[in-house]
């Protein structure tokens, strides 16, 4: 009688145990991260486009970017303010956004996503090494 019950403390004290983790992360989803923006960026206030379209379209725009200079040799990108670019990865998206691991890269990781640019072009235009 008196080892039943040792017996079934035992299970519920293993059950407890085991399932721990669980219960530590109940309720502790990864949250989004937030993009943190450069001193140049927060200075410059606005992106090439407005921000909901950054968000969801960049990896659009950095197409026709790419599309315009290497086929059309244009380099001069005009937004819908008259505002002129220069129509370059690292010369402008990341001479702006110069914090790379803390702004492109912390959402691609929470995104899984892994842009392969980096293999040409330069990621840390800002540091001279
Ligand atoms: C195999 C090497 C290679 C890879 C990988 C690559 N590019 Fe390029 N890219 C080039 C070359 C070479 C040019 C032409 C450079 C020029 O004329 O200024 C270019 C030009 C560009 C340009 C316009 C010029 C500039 O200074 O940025 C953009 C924008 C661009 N690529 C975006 C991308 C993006 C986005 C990716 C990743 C999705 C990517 N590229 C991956 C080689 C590469
Ligand atoms: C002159 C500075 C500047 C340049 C150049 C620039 N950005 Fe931005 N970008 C900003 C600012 C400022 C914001 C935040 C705007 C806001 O808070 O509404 C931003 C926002 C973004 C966002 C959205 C972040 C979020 O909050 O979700 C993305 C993605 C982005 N930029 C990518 C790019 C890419 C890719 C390029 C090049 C094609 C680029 N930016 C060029 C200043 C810049
Ligand atoms: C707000 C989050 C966020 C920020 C900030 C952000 N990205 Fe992205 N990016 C994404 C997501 C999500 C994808 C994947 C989209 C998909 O797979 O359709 C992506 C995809 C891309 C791609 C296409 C990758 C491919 O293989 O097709 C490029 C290029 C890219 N991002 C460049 C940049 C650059 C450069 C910056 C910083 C200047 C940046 N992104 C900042 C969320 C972000």
Not at 45 to 69: F, G, I, P, S
């Amino acid at each position: 009688m008196n080892d039943k019950h040792k017996i079934i403390a035992g299970l519920i004290l293993f059950v407890a145990i085991v399932t721990v983790p669980i219960w530590l992360n109940m309720g502790k989803a990864a949250p989004v991260p937030e993009p943190v923006l450069s001193a140049q960026a927060k200075a410059a206030k606005e992106c090439v486009r407005e921000t909901a379209y950054m968000k969801v379209e960049h990896m659009q725009l950095l197409d026709e970017w790419r599309d315009a200079v290497v086929r059309e040799g244009k380099r001069v990108y005009v937004n819908s303010s008259g505002k002129e670019f220069n129509m370059s990865l690292s010369n402008t998206c990341l001479d702006c956004h110069s914090n790379k691991a803390e702004f492109c890269d912390r959402c691609h990781t929470y995104a899984s996503a892994d842009p392969y640019c980096w293999d040409c072009h330069i990621d840390n235009p800002k540091e001279k090494e």
